[in-house]
């Protein structure tokens, strides 16, 4: 027991030491789960909307495509992306194997099926009629669902947590594509297995209780959003 | 809020811009116990001091390190595990390859020696004893420099361990060490891994100094007529650094402080005109 105390210990004066290498993991793991969310926020939020009030065949396929998606192992979307953007891959001439895009864009592949599909569910439930009632009103298509998601941003913003969280917390795809290079690629969540590996726990809390941390605040700062939101209503 | 936000992110997203130009990466495929010894921290950071290049470093095992260079992936290649090298440049994927450097494996256990491996004569002696005992031993499993050195010694014992006391960990040299650990296992890892996490972790040396034990490490540049995509001046330029006096000074002195003694010794002999271009 006494090491787990010890480790705890040791964790807490390493972040209030102000590790820099430590904060720049932090910022870099912060940066690429952000960026990754908020593009597959400007994707799957009218790419789900869309999906959800069009009427065309094989739809209920696609739903249940983008449904499986919710589910597709990170370690699968890092390999697909390492093999596109390895040097004899085809995407290979951008050079973004072991780069932060290239995690970004894995992370984006890994959050655009939760996204859309939760955007899918939130749409559907708004009342039929009430999006028909504005199309007739003279909306285009756009518009008609540029008012809905006004109905439903809180479900939405639920959809932006949950994506976020699921990739702040990913290891699997960074660990492919970014490598875990020093200074470079290492996230909070690499390092942390890395540390683990070497037996260095107090290193390895210490990582992990700032991943928490992080966590915690962006979901505080959505969840005020959220709850801000709520009350304007 | 949603215009702090908003905010936030197109800073975050400027602040990861900033990517240095494709000529200047150099990209390094290592092992995971170049890694782990943190002596690749060390030779990263004289390397980019002066500011031409970046290393981007990926520390896998050998057997994969050279997987990179076989599709071009890697541009020079730092690994151990000899015989495999000489195929890899026989087959034209890598030209150069320098042997540089070496250190040693040692033979880990749990202190109480269930196998009575201590005082075995040499390794493969050791190895019958772990098989002998059916004592627990954890293998790295991934193709790696270490684990086709563990495969040569259980050749040389005359032993296929295929029974229920072999666990294939599939892991680095780090995580492997951790599960022997765990398991109170034998083991084999290089000593540079073994000094670095020796205070996290209750194993001892039950068996050292063979010469069968012997770990030597190669710098090989991958093949350009092969990958024209390769950057071969910045492998160039990292192979004839690592192969000059001043890294070789860095190497020798490396862990002295740390550890109380050499982990690497470096036994290329440079010559002073070295110069690659």
């Known amino acids: 027991m006494g090491f787990i105390a010890e480790g705890f210990q040791k964790a807490l004066h390493l972040i209030l030491s102000g590790d820099s290498e430590m904060f720049a993991i932090a910022r870099l793991s912060l940066a690429v789960s952000v960026l990754a969310t908020a593009a597959a926020v400007l994707a799957g939020v009218p790419l789900g909307s869309w999906l959800a009030v069009k009427k065309f065949p094989l739809k209920k396929l696609l739903i249940a495509l983008v449904n499986t998606g919710m589910g597709l192992p990170p370690v699968v979307a890092g390999l697909v992306v390492m093999l596109f953007l390895s040097r004899s891959g085809p995407l290979g001439f951008l050079n973004w194997l072991y780069t932060p895009t290239g995690m970004i864009i894995a992370q984006f592949i890994i959050a655009l099926p939760i996204i859309t599909a939760l955007s899918i569910s939130a749409m559907q439930s708004v009342d039929p009629k009430f999006y028909q009632q504005v199309l007739t009103l003279g909306a285009s298509d756009w518009q008609a669902i540029k008012i809905c998601l006004k109905e439903i941003r809180l479900t939405v913003l639920a959809a932006v947590i949950a994506g976020f969280g699921r990739l702040v917390a990913e290891v699997g795809a960074v660990m492919i594509v970014g490598g875990n290079i020093r200074h470079q690629t290492r996230m909070l969540t690499t390092a942390t297995v890395m540390e683990t590996q070497m037996g260095n726990f107090d290193m390895a809390i210490a990582l992990g209780l700032i991943l928490l941390a992080l966590s915690f605040a962006v979901n505080l700062a959505l969840t005020l959003i959220q709850q801000d939101k709520v009350r304007a209503r | ?277």
Not at chain 2, 201 to 228: C, H, M, Q, W
Request: aromatic content about 10%; proline content about 3%.
């Open chain 2, 1 to 277: 809020m949603t215009r702090i936000l908003c905010a936030a992110v197109i800073a975050l997203f400027f602040g990861c811009q900033g990517k240095p130009a494709p000529e200047s990466v150099v990209r390094l495929a290592t092992t995971t116990s170049v890694q782990d010894s943190g002596l690749l921290d060390i030779l990263t950071d004289a390397f980019q001091a002066d500011g031409k290049y970046t290393l981007q470093a990926i520390a896998v095992g050998s057997g994969q390190a050279m997987q990179l260079g076989k599709t071009g992936e890697a541009d020079i290649l730092l690994v151990h595990s000899p015989d495999d090298e000489k195929q890899f440049v026989a087959e034209g994927y890598g030209t150069d390859r320098t042997t540089f450097l070496h250190n040693d494996f040692v033979i880990l256990g749990p202190a109480a020696d269930p196998a009575k491996v201590k005082g075995a004569k040499n390794a493969a002696e050791a190895f019958k004893r772990i098989a002998a005992a059916e004592a627990l031993f954890v293998s790295r499993a991934d193709k790696s420099g270490t684990h086709k050195k563990e495969l040569k010694l259980w050749a040389a014992a005359g032993i296929k361990p295929v029974k229920a006391f072999y666990l294939e960990a599939g892991q680095g040299m780090a995580g492997t060490l951790s599960i022997a650990n765990e398991k109170k296992a034998y083991v084999l890892a290089d000593r540079s891994t073994y000094l670095a996490m020796k205070k996290n972790i209750g194993l001892e040396i039950v068996n050292e100094g063979d010469e069968a034990l012997i770990n030597r490490y190669s710098l090989i540049l991958v093949n350009t007529a092969k990958f024209p995509k390769v950057n071969a001046g910045g492998a160039r330029a990292f192979f004839g650094f690592v192969l000059s006096e001043p890294a070789r000074d860095m190497i020798e002195k490396f862990g002295l402080d740390k550890y109380g003694r050499q982990l690497f010794f470096y036994d290329y002999r440079i010559k002073s005109d070295y110069q690659l271009k």
